[in-house]
């Protein structure tokens, strides 16, 4: 049985030209928590966008298990929290993490 995920494929909108494949952790697709942390490492093979996207609650055994994420068209991750398109031309090596004080996105270091 699949993931029940907070937004239905028919809700879906095409935000941003393709641009491959990404990492998103469940608390972003299936409990809708806003993004909180990302990075762009090198993409593992051709349709891999290198996009990893946290919600940044996660505890360390979450983020080790497999099952807590799961593989999307980096424009879902969009339809999620439109906050990081301005930051998805980014290059590898390059994370952002959500300020709690002001809700805007700041360079933060690769984990």
Avoid at 5 to 21: Q, S, T
Avoid at 26 to 36: F, L, N, S
Avoid at 77 to 87: G, L, Q, T
Avoid at 104 to 109: G, I, Q
Wanted: net charge negative; glycine share 10%.
């Amino acid at each position: 049985m699949g993931k029940k995920l907070k937004l239905p494929a028919e809700k879906i909108r095409r935000l941003v030209p393709d641009m491959g494949a990404c990492s998103a952790s469940d608390m972003i697709t299936v409990e809708g928590k806003d993004v909180g942390w990302m990075c762009r490492v090198e993409p593992e093979n051709a349709q891999d966008s290198g996009w990893r996207f946290l919600a940044g609650q996660e505890s360390q055994d979450y983020v080790d298990n497999p099952d807590n994420h799961g593989i999307y068209d980096v424009n879902t991750i969009c339809n999620y929290d439109r906050s990081i398109i301005p930051f998805l031309h980014a290059p590898p090596g390059t994370a952002y993490e959500r300020d709690p004080g002001t809700g805007v996105f700041v360079k933060a270091p690769l984990r």
